[in-house]
C-alpha cells in the first residue's frame, strides 16, 4: 500500500472563517502572494433603565477596514509587511447622553464618530526576530498597556486599555481609531521576554484640524515617550501561561492643571498589568479561567484627573462543554478622583468628586468564527465620582461579524 499523503492544510479563508468566505479561491490567491484585507463590523445597544441623570437607550457601530501588505512576498523586502487601517463610526454615547458618567459604558464609542483614516504602519523583523520595528501613521496603545483578554467587555473602562491617561493627557496618548506619526522597537532577548519603546507625536488632535486622520502635518504640544517589559511564559504561576507587564509613559507637552488655573509642563506616570490563566480544563487546551489585574498611577495630583486606576476581572472560556467557544466574564474597574481637584471643588463650594466604579457581567455566544452576540449588563456607582447621582443600571448587547 503506498504511504498517505499528508493532509493538505485548511485553507485561511473559508465559509467557515468568514461570512463572504474565500470569494471564489480569490481571497487565498491574494493571501498566498502577500495580500489580505479585512473587514468588520460591530455594534453595541445599551439602556440604563434605572439611575443616572436621566433613563435612556442608545446605539452605536463601528466598521472596520484594512489591508495587510507581506512585502517580502510582493517587492521580496526581507521580513517587512505594511498595514491600513480605516474606520467609520457612528450613534450616541450613553454615558454622555444619559448616565453622565465618566468611564464610557459603550467601548465603540469615542475618537470621532466619523470616517478616520487610522494606521499607516510600516513593520520589519530582524535578527530573526529578536528586533521588530513599526514607524508611520501608529495608534500607541496597540502595543502598550494593553491585553487579549480586556476587550472581552463591553465598557471603555476595561476594553482596550486603561482609560485614566486619556483623562490625563486629553489629547497626548492614542488608540483605536486615532493614530499619529511614530516609532516603537521591540526587542525580543528570549522566546518569553521583551522590552519595548515607542515615540509618538503628542498630540493627535491639532486643534481641531485632524478629525478623518488625514492631516498628516505634527501637532504642537511635545511628544509622547512609552516603555514596557514583559514575561510571557506559557509556564508562570500554576505552570499556566500568563503575561506579566510593567511600563511607564512620559509626554514633554502642556497641560491644564486639574482646577484649570495655570498651565503645568510635562505629565508621567507607570502601570502594572497581569494576565493569568487559572485553571485549564485539558492540557495544551484553551477552555479554562484566566484572570487580569490592572494599576494605573499617576501621582502628580495637581494635572491628572485620575492619579489612580484600578480593574480586575475573570474570563472562562467553555465554562459549558456544549460550548466550547463560548465566554462568561465578570470584571470591576475603578478610577479615583484627584485630591486637588476635591480641594478646588470644596474652595469653590462645588460638590466634590471621589471615584467612579463599573462592575460587568457578560456572556459571549459564540455562533460560528466570524459572528458573535454578547449580552452584557453593567452598574455604575457614583458617576462621575458624584455620590449625588443615582448609581445606573445599564443592560444591552454586543455584535460582531468578520466578513
Same mark, same amino acid.
Given at each position: 500500500m503506498p504511504p498517505a499523503l499528508p493532509e493538505r492544510p485548511a485553507p485561511k479563508y473559508s465559509r467557515d472563517t468568514n461570512l463572504t468566505g474565500d470569494w471564489g479561491s480569490l481571497r487565498n490567491t491574494l493571501s498566498e502572494k502577500g495580500i489580505e484585507f479585512e473587514l468588520g463590523y460591530a455594534m453595541e445597544f445599551m439602556a440604563n433603565p434605572v439611575g443616572g441623570k436621566s433613563q435612556g437607550a442608545t446605539y452605536v457601530h463601528n466598521v472596520l477596514m484594512g489591508m495587510d501588505l507581506d512585502l517580502?512576498?510582493?517587492?521580496?523586502?526581507?521580513?517587512?509587511?505594511?498595514?491600513?487601517?480605516?474606520? +467609520?463610526?457612528?450613534?450616541?454615547?450613553? %454615558?454622555? +447622553?444619559?448616565?453622565?458618567?465618566?468611564? %464610557?459604558?459603550q467601548q465603540l464609542y469615542g475618537g470621532g464618530q466619523n470616517w478616520r483614516l487610522v494606521e499607516l504602519e510600516m513593520m520589519h523583523d530582524l535578527f530573526n526576530g529578536h528586533l521588530n520595528l513599526a514607524y508611520g501613521r501608529l495608534s500607541a496603545t496597540d502595543d502598550f498597556l494593553t491585553s487579549p483578554l480586556y476587550c472581552q467587555f463591553v465598557s471603555n473602562a476595561i476594553c482596550g486599555q486603561p482609560p485614566s491617561p486619556f483623562f490625563n493627557m486629553p489629547t497626548g496618548i492614542t488608540a483605536y481609531p486615532l493614530a499619529v506619526w511614530g516609532g516603537r522597537a521591540r526587542v525580543e532577548p528570549t522566546s518569553d521576554t521583551y522590552v519595548q519603546v515607542g515615540v509618538y507625536d503628542g498630540d493627535w488632535r491639532q486643534d481641531g484640524k485632524n478629525q478623518n486622520g488625514t492631516n498628516f502635518t505634527l501637532g504642537d504640544n511635545g511628544v509622547l515617550v512609552l516603555s514596557e517589559a514583559g514575561y510571557k511564559p506559557e509556564q508562570g504561576l500554576l505552570d499556566l501561561p500568563a503575561a506579566y507587564k510593567i511600563g511607564g509613559y512620559y509626554h514633554t507637552g502642556d497641560f491644564d492643571d486639574v482646577n484649570g488655573s495655570r498651565s503645568r509642563t510635562d505629565n508621567s506616570g507607570v502601570y502594572t498589568l497581569v494576565d493569568q490563566m487559572l485553571y485549564r480544563e485539558r492540557p495544551e487546551d484553551s477552555q479554562g479561567l484566566y484572570g487580569f489585574l490592572v494599576f494605573v498611577a499617576a501621582t502628580e495630583e495637581d494635572r491628572n484627573t485620575f492619579p489612580y486606576f484600578a480593574s480586575g476581572g475573570l474570563i472562562y472560556e467553555g465554562l459549558f462543554d456544549a460550548r466550547p467557544k463560548d465566554k462568561a466574564a465578570f470584571a470591576v474597574a475603578s478610577g479615583f478622583y484627584s485630591s486637588d481637584l476635591r480641594d478646588a471643588q470644596r474652595d469653590a463650594g462645588l460638590p466634590r468628586q471621589y471615584a467612579e466604579t463599573i462592575l460587568e457581567a457578560n456572556y459571549q455566544v459564540q455562533f460560528t468564527q466570524y459572528f458573535y452576540v454578547r449580552p452584557d449588563i453593567q452598574y455604575v456607582i457614583n458617576p462621575k465620582g458624584y455620590d449625588s447621582v443615582d448609581n445606573a443600571f445599564v443592560i444591552g448587547f454586543e455584535t460582531g461579524i468578520n466578513f
Open positions: 517580502e512576498k510582493l517587492v521580496n523586502l526581507p521580513n517587512s509587511a505594511f498595514r491600513v487601517r480605516g474606520s +467609520q463610526r457612528s450613534g450616541s454615547s450613553l %454615558s454622555r +447622553q444619559d448616565i453622565d458618567n465618566d468611564f %464610557s459604558v
